[in-house]
């Protein structure tokens, strides 16, 4: 046999292999994060709260408890998370705020959370009213290539 042949050979072996590992780590992981997820949802209550602050900050700068640094794996201790600072009754908590909603929490404002634990998974203003987000103001390139696609025809005019 040719030798190109036989290391392309070696090769597709080596990734079929990297593929099935891949599959059964990430069915591993998918089952983990449903039963977290269960574990959020069981847990979970509605909470009036003044929302003082918020940030994305690394999980050893949060001021979060003890207990949460230890539980959570070293490499992930330097990552940044969204951090809430909010006042529930008479105390001020440090919250952890889940990625989606982090945009659209109002500081400065009061709202009712849905909090589990120390996550807050979703944020309705009160009496209602739904949480407005200011929209970020678009820098001039992109100006630019909106107004080129909508003339190319590629997005609609507005």
């Known amino acids: 046999m040719n030798t190109l042949t036989i290391v392309l050979l070696v090769i597709l072996a080596i990734m079929i292999v990297a593929v099935v590992v891949l599959y059964f780590l990430g069915k591993k992981a998918q089952k983990k994060q449903n039963e977290q997820q269960a574990q959020i949802d069981a847990m979970k209550q509605t909470v009036s709260m003044l929302i003082?602050?918020?940030?994305?900050?690394?999980?050893?700068?949060?001021?979060?408890?003890?207990?949460?640094?230890e539980q959570t794996p070293?490499?992930?201790?330097?990552?940044?998370l969204p951090v809430v600072k909010a006042k529930v009754g008479p105390q001020i908590m440090t919250l952890i705020c889940e990625e989606k909603i982090f945009d659209s929490v109002p500081v400065k404002k009061e709202v009712k959370a849905v909090v589990s634990g120390i996550y807050?998974?979703?944020?309705?203003?009160?009496?209602?009213?739904?949480?407005?987000?200011?929209?970020k103001k678009k820098s001039k390139f992109k100006q630019l290539v909106e107004r080129a696609q909508e003339k190319a025809g590629a997005k609609p005019i507005k």
């Open 52 to 69: 003082i602050d918020k940030k994305r900050m690394k999980l050893k700068d949060a001021g979060l408890p003890q207990a949460v640094m």
């Open 74 to 80: 070293k490499w992930l201790r330097g990552s940044k």
């Open 120 to 135: 807050i998974t979703d944020v309705k203003g009160l009496h209602g009213k739904p949480v407005v987000t200011e929209q």
